[in-house]
């Protein structure tokens, strides 16, 4: 694999440096994106206390498994960490110094301070715990950018969610020391943001705030747009409402101009007809008259005749 395929993040160079990582590896995880990365670059290290956690976890997994059986090679765990404390025994004696432990309680005890090197034992452990293979890296040659496993790491299972550190020898000069550090598979990480973290933001120019100041007031305008049409249309109903009576009332009076219009008429139609009775009246009276005229003739016609 290439060194190009993950980000390489740090962890603080002390004996918790197995844990710093897996403490790193995790919390990432928990978000997955570019810009939590970039933020642990930046930042110092401050899962400390998760880094801790694990570490005791750990330490209580070796304490209750030490008949479990190591896959690939069909030891038991007591067995490989036995072989252990008697090589570390010798060195110590050839190096004319005191060991770090002389039993299995001795090395879980040094494994629980916060200053002891993880290394395969751990590795076991992680990988039970998590149901996570193992694998660790190392750069050959140097600053090449090809990665090589040099023996180890845990295959406990096919699923495709490892766990990836690097592992390198030149930070830790001390003989049988190694510096641990994460690696983030590029190709399970979300590209949410290409942006820098510490971007400052820019101060915009007063032109671009009147600006936009001036362009949030009209949507207060239509607001009271909206509401004077609303007032308007209120005003408009109550005004055709009164239209609409004031309608009512014309044809009421209008009706009742015609009713009065019709009372003269019919009172000029019923003198009309009065006064035709009284014209009947005087023509008969004039007939009357002529006969009476004519009657008197006649009489003194027939008066001066005899």
Not at 20 to 31: G, M, P, R, V, Y
Not at 97 to 122: C, H, T, V, W
Not at 172 to 195: N, Q
Request: glycine share 6%; hydrophobic share 25%; with cysteine.
């Amino acid at each position: 694999m290439k060194l190009e395929e993950f980000y390489h993040l740090n962890s603080p160079p002390d004996g918790g440096c197995f844990f710093h990582s897996l403490a790193t590896i995790f919390e990432i995880e928990n978000f997955n994106t570019v810009e939590k990365i970039r933020k642990t670059k930046g930042n110092s290290f401050e899962l400390m206390k998760e880094s801790n956690i694990l570490r005791k976890r750990v330490v209580d997994w070796l304490r209750k498994n030490m008949n479990y059986t190591i896959k690939g090679i069909g030891l038991r765990l007591e067995d490989e960490l036995q072989e252990e404390i008697d090589n570390e025994i010798a060195v110590a004696e050839d190096n004319g110094r005191d060991p770090k432990y002389e039993s299995i309680e001795d090395y879980l005890d040094y494994m629980n301070g916060n200053s002891a090197y993880a290394g395969q034992f751990e590795i076991y452990a992680i990988s039970e715990l998590f149901g996570r293979n193992v694998r660790v890296f190392t750069e050959k040659p140097p600053k090449s950018g090809n990665l090589h496993n040099f023996g180890l790491g845990y295959e406990l299972n096919n699923n495709k969610n490892d766990i990836f550190l690097f592992h390198n020898l030149s930070k830790k000069k001390e003989a049988g020391s190694h510096h641990f550090e994460p690696l983030i598979l590029k190709s399970t990480i979300v590209k949410d943001s290409d942006k820098p973290i510490s971007v400052k933001k820019k101060k915009l120019p007063k032109s671009t705030k009147r600006t936009t100041r001036r362009k949030a007031e009209p949507k207060r305008t239509t607001r009271r747009k909206a509401e004077s049409k609303r007032t308007t249309r209120r005003v408009d109903s109550r005004r055709t409402g009164r239209r609409a009576t004031r309608r009512v009332d014309r044809r009421r009076t209008r009706s009742r101009a015609t009713r009065r219009v019709d009372h003269r008429r019919t009172g000029s139609r019923a003198t009309r007809r009065v006064d035709r009775r009284r014209t009947g009246s005087r023509a008969t009276r004039r007939v009357d008259r002529r006969r009476t005229i004519r009657r008197r003739t006649t009489r003194r016609k027939t008066q001066k005749r005899k």
